[in-house]
């Protein structure tokens, strides 16, 4: 088929925020954010647009798409447990298997691995109190 037509699996998310709403139950800083949240995905989305398709790879345009939404998503889910915190408020319970954060923090990680061409094999390990971090952390006798 044709390299430069593909069609999404997932929409871009569209964030629309009440127009009647009483932002004064926030504080500054949490309005704020909230509000500024809306322009994020905007300014995400005109980024996305200015990408050269017709390049090799599509420019980054999928990686910098995951990459974004994951990130804006995740701000999301921050900027929504401190408005329950502020209101002492609850979500419904979700089964074990329902870890979007986890999932939205895993994306990141792949996308950050793939654009710097490297693969991160395990957590680095620091050594008894040096500022030198081990580029290959001892296993077997060796680490003890």
Do not use: C
Request: hydrophobic share 35%.
């Amino acid at each position: 088929m044709d390299e430069g037509e593909f069609a999404f699996h997932v929409p871009d998310p569209v964030l629309s925020l009440p127009k009647d709403a009483d932002w004064k139950l926030f504080t500054t800083e949490l309005s704020d954010e909230i509000l500024w949240l809306s322009n994020r995905v905007k300014n995400l989305n005109y980024a996305l647009d200015s990408l050269d398709l017709s390049r090799p790879g599509f420019d980054g345009f999928f990686e910098k798409r995951q990459e974004g939404y994951a990130g804006l998503a995740a701000e999301a889910m921050d900027l929504i447990e401190r408005m329950l915190e502020k209101f002492g408020l609850t979500l419904p319970t979700k089964p074990d298997y329902y870890r979007q954060r986890e999932g939205l923090a895993s994306a990141i990680l792949s996308v950050g691995e793939r654009s710097s061409g490297r693969r991160t094999t395990g957590p680095v390990t620091q050594s008894n109190g040096s500022n030198v971090l081990q580029l290959f952390p001892k296993t077997g006798d060796e680490a003890d």
